[in-house]
């Protein structure tokens, strides 16, 4: 019923997005020094969304933390740079179902640095139905 749509760092952030709206997720830390977290631990009480990510065949092993925390900053429009804003969002439109209705929702994103480890914070905010 599903395929594989997603692949690398880039496919992980698109699918840690959807998992959070989809399963109501408003926290989730991603950090250079821990394990990225599993979304099908996420998504578990969300059965077609665990379907769905269980299609993916995402090789965690493979991932790099810090390739998924710079694929968001350089989508929420943040630099890795030490001196640079902490701080960014990124707006994107849900589809509900088979509907026409979408929904906005409003990702914010919070880094933080120390000497060798980078965290980022992933907020969900409250979405707007169109």
Same mark, same amino acid.
């Given at each position: 019923?599903?395929?594989? *749509?997603?692949?690398?760092?880039?496919?992980?952030?698109?699918?840690?997005?959807?998992?959070?709206?989809?399963?109501?997720?408003?926290?989730?830390?991603?950090?250079? $020094?821990?394990?990225?977290?599993?979304?099908?631990? =996420?998504?578990?009480?969300?059965? *077609? #969304? =665990?379907?769905?990510?269980?299609? @993916?065949?995402?090789?965690? /092993?493979? =991932?790099? @933390?810090?390739?998924?925390? /710079? #694929?968001?900053?350089? !989508?929420?429009?943040?630099? &890795?740079?030490?001196?640079?804003? &902490? #701080?960014? $969002?990124?707006?994107?439109? /849900?589809?509900?179902? /088979?509907?026409d209705l979408q929904i906005k929702r409003v990702y914010a994103f919070?880094? !933080? &640095?120390?000497?060798? #480890? &980078?965290?980022?914070?992933?907020?969900?905010?409250?979405?707007?139905?169109?």
């Amino acid at each position: 019923m599903y395929k594989k *749509e997603w692949i690398g760092e880039s496919g992980y952030c698109n699918c840690l997005l959807v998992s959070m709206a989809r399963a109501k997720i408003t926290k989730v830390e991603v950090a250079t $020094n821990e394990f990225l977290p599993k979304l099908e631990k =996420l998504v578990a009480k969300v059965p *077609e #969304t =665990l379907k769905w990510i269980k299609a @993916q065949k995402l090789n965690y /092993d493979k =991932l790099n @933390q810090l390739l998924v925390i /710079d #694929t968001f900053l350089e !989508s929420a429009k943040m630099s &890795r740079h030490i001196w640079s804003k &902490r #701080t960014g $969002n990124i707006n994107a439109y /849900d589809l509900v179902g /088979d509907t026409d209705l979408q929904i906005k929702r409003v990702y914010a994103f919070k880094l !933080s &640095r120390s000497w060798r #480890t &980078r965290k980022l914070e992933i907020t969900l905010e409250e979405g707007k139905t169109f």
